[in-house]
């Protein structure tokens, strides 16, 4: 039951990390160390959309045609996921995410763009909202926590990893065993650090979400401004389940 249960929400734990297909207009950059593949598409105002722990940008491959016609969407692949390569022996963290993403924008002359953060996604555009207010225009997170114990599955997130370590003779699991610490140690927000949030956000979570209900509910009540959004009959992975519904929602305050 607890790897389907972790199977369903890939922002999470995804033993299956392979790399998805190049796209032609897929290019890579050097940043942090790190070689990031990113593909971008449409015109106008940029939106970046940042997948989730487990997984890649193709998690978006519901949103790209229709948020395309109204934006300049960017997708990248997170350091160590997708397309992107990997440091191994460096610690990951949200403060290396974020700053990954950061000198990303930079090197694409993108001095402010609005976000669309899924799961952990979520959190680095919370983050970045935090740290470099002059860099988000309007944030959208969806399935999101501040601190580790907000996830309904945290003790069983334990359990996995420790299973991971137990059977990592060859160091196949390295990668598997540093995402899942990225989300067990990470991150480790007040509520009260939301409240410096300038950007216009709206946060969004399945009504049986694996976010526990209570901390969406505090971190919207926490950040000037925001508005909520629950999506009926969604789990964590609400943006794939059910598309129709979140575009609708999201393209909505992103057009306001």
Not at 15 to 34: C, I, R
Not at 99 to 124: A, P, Y
Not at 224 to 242: D, G, K, M, W, Y
């Amino acid at each position: 039951m607890m790897k389907k249960i972790f199977f369903l929400a890939i922002a999470f734990i995804s033993l299956s990390m392979s790399a998805q297909k190049l796209h032609e207009n897929g290019k890579y950059l050097d940043v942090n160390g790190v070689k990031l593949y990113y593909e971008t598409y449409g015109e106008g105002e940029p939106l970046l959309m940042i997948h989730g722990n487990g997984g890649s940008f193709s998690c978006f491959e519901n949103q790209v045609l229709e948020f395309s016609k109204h934006f300049k969407v960017v997708l990248v692949d997170c350091r160590g996921r997708g397309n992107s390569s990997y440091q191994k022996g460096i610690e990951l963290t949200f403060d290396l995410l974020v700053e990954d993403i950061n000198l990303f924008l930079g090197k694409l002359n993108i001095q402010k763009t609005s976000i669309l953060g899924w799961s952990d996604g979520g959190i680095i555009g919370l983050l970045l909202a935090i740290k470099k207010k002059k860099k988000v225009n309007k944030l959208i997170t969806s399935g999101a926590n501040i601190f580790p114990e907000g996830v309904i599955y945290f003790e069983d997130m334990k359990k996995t990893t420790i299973d991971l370590e137990k059977n990592n003779k060859n160091h196949e699991n390295d990668l598997a065993i540093d995402l899942n610490n990225l989300d067990l140690k990470y991150p480790n927000l007040k509520f009260t650090d939301l409240n410096v949030i300038k950007s216009k956000t709206l946060i969004i979570a399945g009504d049986h979400d694996i976010i526990k209900s209570e901390h969406t509910l505090k971190i919207y009540e926490s950040i000037p401004n925001a508005q909520l959004a629950i999506l009926p009959n969604s789990s964590h992975s609400a943006l794939i389940e059910n598309p129709k519904l979140f575009n609708e929602i999201a393209l909505r305050f992103l057009m306001q």
